[in-house]
C-alpha cells in the first residue's frame, strides 16, 4: 500500500510546506484520504489519514501545462449523472487535476451531467450541484469540502514519512515523462508516437556532461562525428548534421561547440522532424531546454578540476523578487588543457532569466545569454593502409599554433503565455541571436606514404570566418475541444524566421607560392609539426582551388511557416497525431567573387501521422509516418551553386513502428523499429560526368531500445542499444551503390549506472561499446570497433557540500573518438580524472 500512495506522489504536482495547513483543515473522518507533500532538504513527508488497505480517493494526475493555473485551463468532460464518487474519479482522470474528497460524505450521493469544455472551477460546481459540497482551491489541486461541517480546528493527522525524491517538471531523475517540443504540447512521452531520448538533469550532474558530445554517447542511435575540429556535428539514423540544433524548439544552427552550463535537460528526437520544426530536421533533432527563473530559490556553485589542467566554475542562483517577478542568473568559465599536444580551451558563458506572472493566467519569461568559445582546431590524425595510423595518440598533425578557433554568441529570448477563459492558450517565442564565428586550421589531408622515418603525410590550411544575424518568432495557438465521445486537443500556429549570413574563406598558400601546388605542403610522420611560412589569401582567380573553392558569400534567408495539429482522442485505448506544416523557404545568394546572384524559393509541405494503441494505460504501441526537407542550400545555407539552385531539397522520409512502457511511474523501457529514407540526392549522370541527376539514393534500417529511470530506488540506469544498416542504394556524388554510410557502425550498446548504498554515498559505472564503422562513403578505411567503461562516485559531506569524482576510460583503452574524413580522425582520450565540489545553499 505504502508503494501505491508513492506512486501517486510522484505523479501528483509539487505542494508547498504552505499547503499542509490547508489539507489538515479538511474534516477528519475514518476514511479520509489525503496527500500532503512537504519538501524538506530534498526529502518528501506523506502524511496519509486512513488505514491501510482503505479504498483510494485522491486521483493524482499529471499537473497542468507549467504557467497555467488548473482552474483556468479548459479540459472536455464526457461524464453521465450517478455515483459522486466515481464521478468525482472521472473527473480527475479527465481534467488531470488532483481532486481530494472525503468517501463518507459523498457516499450515496448523486452527481450531477458534465459534458462539454468548461475550466476545471466551473466543471466542479456543475458536478457538485444540489449535494452541498464545495470545492476549494489548494496548490496542485481541489479538496471537495462540506461547509457545514468543516470546522476550522486543524486535525491531527497520523503520519507515514516515505522517503522519495522531489520530482520537479517533466522528469524524475533520468526518467522523463513529458516532452514539450515533440508535439508543442503537454503531452506524456508514451503518447507520442516517435522515439525521444531525454537527458535530465540529474544525468547531467552524474556524467558532468558539458558538451553535444557527451549529451548523445548514451544515447541509442545517434552518434557524433569530428565536425573538423570546430563545430557540433550529430549523426542521427546515419544522417550528418551540423544545423539541427535548437533551443527552446528555435533554430541554433550556426556551426560551434555548445556548452550546457543554463541547460535544465537536453530532448534528442529521432527521425524526420519537419512538421514541428521546419526545414533540417532530416534524421532527428538536439532541443536544448533553458534554466528558467522561478520561485523555488536556488544557490548552487560548483569547482571543478581533472586531468590535463581541467579547470571550470560554474554558478546557478535564482530568486524571487515578489510574487510576480523571479530572477536566475547561470554563469560558467572554464579552461583546459588536453591529451592532445598543443590543444587547449578556453570558454566562459553567462545567462540570466527573468520571469513575470501578472496575473494567474498568464506567464512571461525574457533572457539572453553571452557565450564565447576559444580553442585549437583538432582534425586528428591520419590513416595508412586502410587504418588509423599507427601513431600516439597525443601526436598533432599540422599546426596547432596556427589553428585557433573562436566564437562569439550574443542571444535574446523571449516567452509570452496567455490562457484566455474560453479554453484558448496562446504561445509566443521570441529568439534573436548574433554569431560571430572563425576558424583556422592546418591539418592532414591525405594518408602517410608509408610507417618509416621517410615517411610523409600532406598538410594543407585554409581559414573562415561567419557572421549570422538570425531573428526567429513562433506563435502557437492550443485549444481542446470535444466532438461527440472524440476528443481533440489542436495546435495551430505561425513562424517567421530570417537569416542573414556572410561567409568568407581564405586558402593557405605555403612558402608564397600561390598556385595549386603551393596549397600542399609535407611533414615527416614522425615530426608532423608544419613550420613551413604560410600565407592566408583568397583564391586569385576567386573560383575553386585545390578542391575547395574560396567562399566570399553574401546571404539573406527568409522563411515563413504555418502549421497545424490534432491529437485526437477516439478512444481510451487509441489515440491519433495528424500535422501538416508548409514552409516557404526563400533564399537571395550572392556570391562576391564573381558578382553572380542567385534565388531559390521552395514550398516544402511536411506531414506527420502517428497512430498509438494503449492496451492498458503504462503501455503505448506506435506507428508514425513523417517527412522532412533540407533545401539545396545545404545545412549552413552557404552551398549554393549555379548548378544546384534549380534542384529539388532533398527529401528524408521516416516509417517508425514503436513501443513505450512506463514499467512503473519512475523507470520507463522503449523500443523502436524505423526505415529512414534519402531521396532527391545528387547522382552523376552515367556516363556524362559533367551532368548530375537526382535519384533516391541512401536507406537505414535500424531498431533501438532504451532503458530509463529507476530499477529500485537505489539504483538508476539510462542508456540502450542500437543497431544500424544505413547503405547507398544508388550510386550518388562520391560513393557507389552498396557502400556502407561513413561513420556508422551497426552495433552500438550504451548503459550507465548509479547505485545509492547510503543517502551520503553512490557509485556509478558506465559502459560505451561501438563495432567498427567506415570514416568515409568510399569505405577504404576502417575504424575499429572498442568497449569502454566510465565510472563516478558520489559523496554528501553534510547539507550543504558534496563531492563528485568521474573517471572516464577507466582500462585506459586505445580508441577512435570520431571522424571526418579518411584523414581527419581523432583519438579517444585516455584514462580522465574530474573531481567536482558542489555547494548548495
Same mark, same amino acid.
Given at each position: ?17 504552505i ?7 479538511v ?6 484520504h ?29 499537473a ?77 489541486? &481541489?479538496?471537495? #469540502?462540506?461547509?457545514?461541517? @468543516? ?6 493527522l ?12 517533466? #522528469? ?15 503531452t ?9 531520448t ?26 557524433i ?6 563545430r ?28 550546457i552550463?543554463n ?13 514541428i ?21 536556488? @544557490? ?8 590535463? +589542467? ?25 579552461h ?11 570558454r566562459?558563458?553567462?545567462?540570466p532569466?527573468?520571469?513575470?506572472k501578472?496575473?494567474?493566467? @498568464? ?30 595518440? +597525443? ?34 517565442? !521570441?529568439?534573436y ?60 500556429g ?50 575553386? +582551388? ?11 534567408v ?32 550572392? *556570391? ?31 506507428? *508514425? ?10 545545412d ?37 523499429? &524505423? ?16 551532368? !548530375? ?9 535500424g ?8 530499477i ?11 543497431? #544500424?544498416?544505413?547503405?547507398? @542504394? ?20 550504451s ?13 556509478? $559505472? ?5 563495432? +567498427? ?9 576502417? $575504424?575499429?570497433?572498442? !568497449? ?11 547539507k ?22 579518411? *584523414?581527419?580522425i581523432?583519438?579517444?582520450?585516455p ?11
Amino acid at each position: 500500500m505504502l508503494k501505491n500512495y508513492s506512486h501517486h506522489l510522484k505523479s501528483a504536482s509539487n505542494h508547498t510546506a504552505i499547503q499542509l495547513k490547508s489539507f489538515a483543515r479538511v474534516k477528519q473522518k475514518r476514511h479520509r484520504h489525503s496527500l500532503i507533500k512537504v519538501l524538506n532538504n530534498g526529502l518528501i513527508c506523506f502524511s496519509v489519514g486512513i488505514a491501510f488497505g482503505l479504498p483510494q480517493g485522491v486521483l493524482a494526475e499529471p499537473a497542468p501545462t507549467a504557467g497555467i493555473p488548473a482552474g483556468n485551463t479548459i479540459h472536455a468532460y464526457d461524464i453521465s449523472p450517478g455515483s459522486l464518487e466515481t464521478a468525482l474519479n472521472k473527473f480527475a482522470k479527465q481534467s488531470g487535476v488532483n481532486v481530494s474528497f472525503d468517501l463518507a460524505e459523498v457516499k450515496g450521493m448523486t452527481a450531477q451531467e458534465l459534458k462539454g469544455s468548461f475550466t476545471v472551477q466551473a466543471g466542479l460546481d456543475r458536478l457538485l450541484g444540489g449535494t452541498g459540497l464545495e470545492p476549494v482551491a489548494q496548490a496542485g489541486g &481541489y479538496v471537495i #469540502t462540506n461547509p457545514a461541517t @468543516t470546522v476550522n480546528q486543524p486535525a491531527i493527522l497520523p503520519s507515514v514519512n516515505v522517503i522519495a525524491q522531489t520530482i520537479t517538471g517533466p #522528469t524524475d531523475g533520468y526518467m522523463a515523462t513529458k516532452s514539450y517540443s515533440a508535439t508543442r504540447t503537454d503531452t506524456p512521452l508514451r503518447d507520442v508516437p516517435q522515439s525521444i531520448t531525454v537527458v535530465t538533469q540529474e544525468l547531467i550532474k552524474d556524467q558532468t556532461i558539458q558538451n553535444m558530445g557527451e549529451v548523445v554517447r548514451y544515447v541509442p542511435g545517434v552518434g557524433i562525428s569530428q565536425g573538423e575540429g570546430n563545430r557540433d556535428a550529430v549523426i542521427f539514423r546515419g544522417n550528418n548534421s551540423t544545423g539541427d540544433f535548437y533551443v527552446d524548439g528555435l533554430r541554433d544552427d550556426v556551426q560551434y561547440f555548445r556548452d550546457i552550463y543554463n541547460i535544465d535537460r537536453v530532448e534528442v528526437l529521432k527521425g524526420s522532424n519537419g512538421m514541428i520544426f521546419g526545414r533540417g530536421g532530416a534524421g532527428g533533432v538536439i532541443n536544448r531546454v533553458t534554466k528558467e527563473a522561478g520561485w523555488t530559490p536556488v @544557490t548552487e556553485i560548483s569547482a571543478q578540476y581533472g586531468s590535463f +589542467s581541467h579547470k571550470r566554475v560554474t554558478v546557478d542562483i535564482g530568486r524571487a523578487i515578489n510574487e510576480v517577478a523571479a530572477f536566475r542568473l547561470n554563469a560558467m568559465y572554464e579552461h583546459s588543457n588536453s591529451f592532445r599536444n598543443g590543444v587547449d580551451i578556453e570558454r566562459g558563458g553567462v545567462s540570466p532569466t527573468l520571469t513575470l506572472k501578472p496575473g494567474a493566467q @498568464t506567464k512571461i519569461v525574457v533572457g539572453g545569454e553571452y557565450f564565447t568559445d576559444n580553442r585549437v582546431g583538432d582534425r586528428g590524425i591520419p590513416s595508412f593502409g586502410g587504418r588509423p595510423a599507427d601513431t600516439h595518440r +597525443s601526436t598533432f598533425f599540422g599546426d596547432p599554433n596556427r589553428s585557433p578557433n573562436s566564437v562569439n554568441v550574443w542571444a535574446l529570448n523571449s516567452l509570452v503565455e496567455h490562457a484566455f477563459d474560453n479554453g484558448l492558450t496562446v504561445r509566443n517565442r !521570441t529568439r534573436y541571436a548574433s554569431y560571430d564565428k572563425f576558424y583556422q586550421n592546418v591539418f592532414a589531408s591525405g594518408q602517410a606514404t608509408a610507417l618509416s622515418a621517410a615517411g610523409t603525410v600532406n598538410v594543407q590550411a585554409y581559414n573562415d570566418a561567419t557572421q549570422r544575424d538570425n531573428i526567429f518568432n513562433q506563435t502557437d495557438f492550443l485549444y481542446a475541444l470535444n466532438t461527440g465521445p472524440i476528443k481533440h486537443e489542436f495546435m495551430a500556429g505561425v513562424e517567421y524566421g530570417r537569416q542573414v549570413t556572410d561567409n568568407f574563406r581564405n586558402n593557405g598558400y605555403f612558402n608564397n607560392n600561390f598556385t595549386n601546388a603551393g596549397r600542399t605542403s609535407s611533414v615527416a610522420f614522425f615530426n608532423p609539426i608544419s613550420l613551413t611560412p604560410l600565407t592566408f589569401r583568397p583564391d586569385p582567380t576567386g573560383a575553386a +582551388s585545390g578542391g575547395s573553392a574560396t567562399a566570399n558569400n553574401h546571404g539573406v534567408v527568409e522563411v515563413v511557416g504555418v502549421y497545424l495539429q490534432d491529437q485526437i482522442t477516439l478512444h481510451p485505448q487509441l489515440k491519433a497525431v495528424l500535422g501538416i506544416r508548409y514552409d516557404n523557404f526563400d533564399l537571395r545568394f550572392r *556570391n562576391n567573387n564573381t558578382g553572380q546572384l542567385l534565388h531559390t524559393n521552395d514550398g516544402l509541405i511536411s506531414p506527420r501521422a502517428g497512430l498509438i494503441y494503449k492496451p492498458i494505460e503504462m503501455v503505448s504501441i506506435y506507428g *508514425n509516418y513523417s517527412l522532412s526537407y533540407v533545401p539545396r542550400a545545404g545545412d549552413q545555407l552557404t552551398s549554393l551553386t549555379l548548378t544546384n539552385a534549380a534542384l529539388k531539397p532533398e527529401q528524408f522520409m521516416n516509417l517508425e513502428l514503436g513501443a513505450k512502457w512506463d514499467i512503473r511511474p519512475d523507470l520507463a523501457l522503449t523500443a523502436a523499429l &524505423y526505415q529512414l529514407e534519402r531521396n532527391n540526392v545528387i547522382a552523376p549522370v552515367p556516363n556524362v560526368p559533367t551532368q !548530375t541527376m537526382l535519384v533516391d539514393g541512401q536507406r537505414a534500417r535500424g531498431a533501438e531500445i532504451g532503458l530509463m529511470g529507476r530499477i529500485t530506488p537505489q539504483w538508476s540506469v539510462m542508456g540502450g542499444y542500437a543497431y #544500424t544498416d544505413a547503405e547507398i @542504394t544508388r550510386a550518388i556524388t562520391g560513393a557507389q551503390a552498396g557502400a556502407v554510410v561513413a561513420q556508422v557502425p551497426k552495433h552500438t550498446f550504451s548503459m550507465w549506472n548509479r547505485y545509492d548504498f547510503a543517502p551520503w554515498l553512490g557509485l556509478g $559505472l558506465g559502459v560505451i561499446h561501438r563495432s +567498427s564503422m567506415y570514416a568515409a562513403l568510399d569505405n577504404t578505411v576502417l $575504424l575499429p570497433g572498442f !568497449t569502454r567503461l566510465d565510472s563516478a562516485m558520489f559523496l554528501r559531506l553534510n547539507k550543504t557540500l558534496r563531492v563528485q569524482a568521474n573517471i572516464e576510460n577507466i582500462a585506459d583503452i586505445e580508441y577512435v573518438a570520431s571522424a571526418h574524413n579518411n *584523414n581527419n580522425i581523432l583519438p579517444g582520450a585516455p584514462r580522465i580524472y574530474r573531481l567536482t565540489v558542489i555547494a548548495n545553499f
